[in-house]
């Protein structure tokens, strides 16, 4: 039987964007919004969280499939709000919703659908452990 937990609240992440984040055109070039989604993550879960599993128990987390949809651009110099929520999906996934949002905007910009899966030192399937996934939760 497969687990689907109730979706997480909603975390926010500030995303200064520089220069060097942007294209030609001052907007944003796309791969850099998985770097923001990735650093909104690691908040949710504590850096401190990550490097212990990982050194500690040879566990971490890889993402296992990821869809984006663009529907503004976002440009130099604003500061965006990176929301994010979660879910678990069995015992060795996670689905994360991110989303970048612009200020005063009326919608997200970019929408991102992460899928990410527990895995030991040897790529193997993991159950997310279940302390990390509670102080996820309690956030």
């Known amino acids: 039987m497969r687990v689907v937990a109730a ?3 909603i975390y926010h992440h500030p995303v200064q964007i520089y220069y060097e984040d942007t294209d030609h055109s001052g907007v944003v070039y796309h ?5 923001y989604f990735e ?3 690691e908040h949710v879960i ?7 599993l990982w050194n500690d128990h040879g566990l971490g987390f890889a993402v296992y499939k990821a869809n ?9 110099a604003e500061i965006c709000d990176i929301r994010t929520s979660f879910t678990l999906d069995g015992k060795y996934k996670t689905l994360w919703r991110q989303e970048v949002w612009r200020p005063g905007a009326s919608r997200a910009a970019v929408i991102g ?3 990410m899966v527990c895995l030991d030192k ?9 302390d990390i996934l509670a ?5």
């Open 39 to 41: 650093r909104a993550r």
């Open 7 to 9: 979706m997480s609240k």
């Open 46 to 52: 504590d850096s401190d969280k990550l490097a212990t």
């Open 113 to 115: 659908d992460i899928e």
């Open 68 to 76: 984006m949809i663009f529907q503004d651009g976002v440009e130099f």
């Open 31 to 35: 791969p850099n919004f998985l770097k």
């Open 122 to 130: 040897e790529k193997r399937l993991q159950p997310v452990p279940a």
């Open 135 to 139: 102080s996820m939760m309690a956030d």
